[in-house]
């Protein structure tokens, strides 16, 4: 599976778009990308995936440039809540085999 | 209603016992998985199940041993603990497809 890089921490304001980085340069044509959300002690949540198109869900968006080589998460109107850590992960879905390796992630502050 | 109950929430045990860890989802999920995250944040798959039959067996030292009763359970049994064991452990089930992961909220297992 394609590795992931993503900066180890960012901030941002409440109200205003989180955008969250991700590089996966090599990236093979079948892995998609997910995005999962690790709030503190809690278990990681599900946030969205793709494959080649932008998608959208009432979390979040995902925009994977045209290469697939890289990916941003966009939170569109941060909140409080939405402080956590935030991993990036891409993964060849081949039957059974989903095993999801996970990285450090980007550890998100939203600030007030 | 939970989707992925996991009992105990917190486990604080003596070296040398055994002790196990249950986890049932409640989604129809046909795959289950055990994770474990250590001190420094890292998850790593320990176990998959697949419709009651071990997909995944990463290298995990054979004190670990999981058991799916049916499609619903994966319960995760530790024999002889050590304190390397402490760690936070999350049960996750997903469907069959390229979607998401649903966690756990996670068992803190503490060997003293």
């Known amino acids: 599976d394609a590795k992931t890089t993503q900066p180890p921490s960012m901030d941002c304001a409440e109200g205003r778009a989180a955008n969250l980085p991700c590089n996966h340069s090599?990236?093979?044509?079948?892995?998609?990308v997910y995005w999962y959300r690790q709030i503190h002690s809690q278990g990681p949540q599900y946030i969205i995936h793709g494959l080649k198109n932008n998608e959208t869900n009432e979390m979040a968006s995902l925009i994977i440039t045209e290469d697939r080589k890289s990916s941003t998460l966009i939170l569109p109107h941060a909140s409080l809540r939405d402080t956590a850590v935030y991993y990036c992960i891409v993964k060849v879905y081949a039957g059974n085999n989903r095993k999801l390796i996970w990285g450090l992630g980007t550890s998100l502050a939203v600030n007030p | 209603d939970t989707a992925v109950s996991q009992t105990p929430k917190y486990l604080v045990t003596q070296m040398g016992n055994d002790k196990s860890i249950k986890c049932e989802q409640n989604?129809?999920?046909?795959?289950m998985y055990w994770y474990k995250q250590d001190s420094k944040k890292f998850l790593k798959i320990m176990f998959s199940y697949n419709n009651k039959e071990l997909i995944i067996n990463e290298t995990v030292p054979n004190r670990f041993s999981p058991k799916s009763p049916d499609k619903a359970h994966l319960n995760l049994h530790i024999n002889s603990l050590e304190l390397g064991d402490s760690a936070v452990y999350f049960c996750a089930s997903s469907q069959d497809g390229p979607g998401g992961y649903t966690f756990g909220s996670g068992t803190r297992l503490t060997v003293v």
């Open positions: 989604l129809g999920h046909d795959t």
């Open positions: 090599t990236i093979s044509g079948n892995e998609y």
